[in-house]
């Protein structure tokens, strides 16, 4: 499913849903629904039966966390710290050139 093929939409690739997530996330934590209403209404109903392979991928790289308490999904704090501190770096960077 993550490896290409001549007849894989690259909108429905795993990597192109985990980098949509992430930056749904990054703004603020959301439910699984929501999360999935967002996913649905963006990329269309394909994009639901490859929805929990995204979250297992995501997880698995520890890059999100889910509380199963109130079923929310949140950018794991430490991906979301380095990924600001890399911006922030890259832009000092780029303002002494």
């Not at 499913?1 to 934590?29: C, E, P």
């Not at 629904?33 to 394909?46: F, M, R």
């Not at 490859?50 to 966390?65: E, T």
């Not at 929310?72 to 710290?81: G, I, T």
């Amino acid at each position: 499913m993550i490896t290409a093929h001549k007849y894989l939409n690259l909108d429905l690739s795993i990597i192109n849903l985990s980098a949509f997530v992430i930056d749904k996330l990054r703004k603020n934590s959301l439910l699984y629904d929501e999360l999935l209403s967002l996913v649905v209404a963006t990329y269309g109903k394909e994009a639901k039966d490859i929805f929990p392979y995204v979250l297992n991928f995501l997880f698995l790289l520890n890059k999100i966390s889910y509380l199963p308490e109130i079923d929310l999904f949140q950018l794991n704090k430490l991906y979301h710290e380095n990924y600001n501190d890399s911006i922030v770096t890259r832009r000092s960077e780029l303002a002494r050139k």
